[in-house]
Every structure is written in C-alpha cells, then in structure tokens.
C-alpha cells in the first residue's frame, strides 16, 4: 500500500486553518483587556493560517479518504506541526526565554502534560493564559478523536479491549465514522467542561480564572493561571469540585455518553472503571495513613489533600494542592507508579491505561497457574468477554516499549547532567502526559532549569507518548515505508 503523501498535506492544511481560527479567541481576550498579547496571536493566527491555507489550496484534489498506513504518518505530523505553529504566541509574547521553551510549553500544551517552564505564570497576559489553556482544551478534544475514533482503526490505544467487554459505539447512537463520533464526543467533553465552569465560579473562581481551569481539567492537562497551581486559591470547595472533574475525566468518554444521553447505567459496571475507581481508593487510603500524624494532624485535611493528589497523578491531569515531595519516599514511589498506570482507555488521560495494567496482571496470574496446572486450558477475559491472544500480545508489546523508551531516553538526559530522581520522573511524567515529577520537577518546581536538549527530548517523549509509543515508532520500520 503506498503512502498518499497529498492527502496528508491537504489534512494537515485543514488543521493548521482550524488551528488559526482557535486564535482568534484569545485574541479577542487582548482586544477586551487591551493586554500584550494581541500582537504575538495575530502573528502566529496569521502564519499559522497561511501556512494550511496553501497546503490546502495545493492539494486540494487529492483523495477524500485516508488509508491506515497514510493515518501513521498524518497524526505524528500534524502533532508536530500543530505544536509548532502554538508556539509562535508564547515565544513572540515574550514570557519565554527562547524557542525551545516555547515550543517545550506548546508540546505540554496540545499533548495535556501539563509539565511548565515558566518561573511566573501570572506575570502573562490574559490572553496569552488563556491561548496556554487552550492549548490543551484543544488537544483533549483532539485526544477523544484519537484514542475513539482513529487509533481503534490502525489497531491502537487499548479501545479494542472495550469493544471486547461491552457492545462498541455502533450499537449506540455513537457512530462508527469519525465525523460522527467526534460530534458526539466533543458534545460530552464540552457539557461537562461547561458545568465544571459554573461550578468552579460559584466556589469563589472569576469567570476567567473557572473557564480557564475547566478547560485543563477536562483535558486532564494541568495548567493553571496560579503559580501554585491549585493550591494557590486555598479553597476546600474548589478542590472537591476539581477532584470530582479530573476522576471523570480519566474515565472513558463513551461510558459518559451513554449515561448522559442514553441513560445506560453501565457506567457503573465497566470493569475497567471499577479497576480505575479501586485503585484511586486504595492509592488514597494508603497515602492517607502515611501523611497523617506526620504532615496533617486532622485526619480530614489528609484525606483532602491525599484525595487530590493521587487523582490528579492517576488521571495525568497534573494539578497540585501541596507539595508531595514533603510526604516521604514511600509516597513519591507511590504517585511515580500512578504515573505510569494512567487513566482508562478513551479518555484524554495518558499513562500505559488501566485496562493494559488489568489485562497483564490477569496474563501474570494465569502464567501462575499454567505452572502449576500445565495441560489446563485458561481463557483470559476482561468482564464476561474474552480476551485474543492478539491483543493481548499487542498489550505487553506496547508495554516493552514504554519501559525501553523510558529507560534508554532517562540514560540520555542522566548524561545531559540531571540526576536520576529527576531524569526517571521527568521521562515517566512526560510519557505518561502527568506534568510534575519528582526532584528538581516536583510539583512546586518547573522544568526550567533544565538544558535545552533536555527540554526537546522531554518534548518529544509528550508527543510520542500520547500517540501510544506504537503509533510513531512504526515510522522507523522499513516495512513501513516499502510499497
């Protein structure tokens, strides 16, 4: 099958042209503050813009229909592109030291990391704070589309695995083709985004700030229009309303569709869900027990703050309450590992997924009973649906690589000069889409200081990392490229 490289240039255009028309929001935002940033979004809405309009007016007659080799090459491009032309707003504002940081902020943004550079978040504009929130508003919308619509066509994401265990998107009002899908989907992500802002206005929020934090948490993105992130509002009740937003939003978004649209109760019996909601509630009592007495004398202020963190960890949304690296070693151990499990699959959360971690642990268990009942013949399921040897091969597959990646590029920034605290939190972090780490990236802390080749790999694990490791690494397969 040969690679239409026309049609992928034509998309890409289409994108880019979306992607300037997302511009023109906060440059309104400048028109009505009056602030700086008008000038560095009317250049990037403009070069972004020019550059897919001539991409589309190029190949305007190439094929409507992108094949699945061509799909490879198109997310990874245009995840690269559209990284790019983001950039040119922060780096022309002049809250960023240099290109590398722009584009490290930008690659946070769109992949919903949440990882910053920035030493003063409040020192932006207005509307280049709300560009920075857009930037990953944009790209959970783009992640639903991925991990439901696409990468379930290229044989992708783990979404296969729900379309084993309950009946798939076609036997709802969910569509099988993208256009539809996404349409449905969008309509969710926005309702919930909407009702997250209202809610976060009446605990005390301004409009702009609820907006703002709305559009990260949905997005499991992480950033924030404080320094301290959300610790910085103080607020018990802001805090609940995030925790409640950010544990949905690590959850399957066709699970939310037919609860809200088709009033499916099966939301409560998805056993990927029940595995997410298990290990949130374990994760949390144990970290409250450790911090209290040590870090919290009142038993509820532990809870508080351990309720937050280990959702925020686990979601990959990346929000902090306090300052974790204070809790003890046990507890850092604990949030790296959350780090890596992730959210469900067809969710804007990164990490390896609950359902990858659900199905290796039942692969594990039934190697163990192999050994010791060798001629038995044990079917893996997940529910009442079994499991093909297939699929579960692509699990482990997928899971060598994201120890193999995280291990050869923590190697590299380990010989940049960063130590190993920092260099395996970071990597883990950035592949997993979380945003903090531990070390000199902890959650009071940024990535500034890090070097600039540093910065660009760490860049690169986001990208890779949200596009499932496989997506891109297939690009360097000769098979790949043969006819």
């Known amino acids: 099958m040969v690679i239409n490289h026309s049609v992928i240039l034509r998309t890409l255009g289409l994108l880019l042209v979306l992607l300037a028309a997302a511009m023109v929001v906060p440059l309104a935002v400048s028109l009505y503050y009056g602030d700086t940033g008008l000038r560095p979004l009317a250049v990037g809405a403009a070069a972004t813009l020019g550059v897919g309009a001539v991409l589309v007016l190029l190949f305007r007659h190439s094929p409507q229909e992108i094949r699945s080799r061509s799909a490879f090459l198109l997310v990874t491009v245009a995840w690269f592109a559209i990284t790019t032309c983001g950039a040119i707003p922060f780096y022309l504002s002049g809250g960023f030291q240099s290109f590398v940081d722009a584009w490290f902020e930008s690659a946070s943004g769109f992949t919903t990391t949440g990882a910053s550079v920035l030493t003063d978040i409040e020192a932006l504009p207005p509307s280049i704070l709300l560009w920075r929130s857009m930037t990953q508003f944009l790209g959970g919308m783009g992640i639903i589309v991925l991990s439901l619509a696409i990468l379930p066509m290229l044989g992708v994401g783990g979404m296969d695995l729900f379309r084993a265990e309950v009946p798939g998107p076609t036997s709802t009002k969910i569509s099988a083709r993208v256009r539809e899908t996404a349409r449905a989907l969008w309509l969710v992500y926005l309702v919930l985004a909407a009702v997250q802002a209202i809610l976060l206005w009446v605990c005390g929020m301004s409009p702009f700030e609820a907006v703002n934090h709305a559009f990260t948490t949905l997005a499991t993105g992480g950033f924030s229009t404080q320094n301290e992130s959300i610790a910085g509002f103080d607020s018990a009740s802001i805090e609940v309303v995030t925790t409640v937003f950010m544990f949905l939003a690590g959850a399957n978004f066709v699970l ?71 809790w003890g070693s046990f507890a850092q151990v604990l949030l790296l590992l959350l780090m ?29 009973y192999r050994m010791v009942h060798p001629k038995a013949v044990a079917t893996l399921k997940l529910g009442r649906a079994p499991v093909s040897e297939q699929v579960m091969a692509a699990i482990l597959g997928f899971f060598f690589f994201y120890i193999v990646l995280a291990a050869l590029t923590t190697a590299v920034i380990s010989a940049c000069g960063v130590d190993l ?41 986001m990208i890779v990392g949200r596009l499932e490791i496989m997506t891109v690494l297939v690009l360097f397969t000769s098979d790949y490229w043969s006819s």
């Open 256 to 326: 939310h569709y037919r609860l809200l649209v088709d009033r499916d109760w099966s939301f409560f019996k998805d056993s990927e869900l029940k595995f997410y909601a298990l290990v949130v509630t374990g994760a949390t009592l144990l970290l409250t027990i450790v911090v209290w007495g040590t870090q919290y004398r009142s038993l509820l202020d532990a809870l508080r703050f351990c309720s937050f963190q280990v959702i925020s960890i686990i979601s990959t949304t990346g929000y902090a309450s306090a300052d974790y690296l204070l």
């Open 340 to 368: 890596v499990i992730g959210g469900c699959a067809g969710s804007t959360a990164g990490g390896v997924k609950c359902v990858r971690i659900m199905m290796m642990l039942k692969h594990a268990h039934r190697e163990l």
């Open 421 to 461: 605290v920092t260099a395996l939190s970071s990597v883990i972090s950035s592949l997993s889409n979380v945003g903090p780490g531990l070390g000199e990236v902890g959650p009071v802390l940024n990535y500034g200081g890090l070097p600039d080749l540093v910065k660009v790999l760490l860049s690169v694990c």
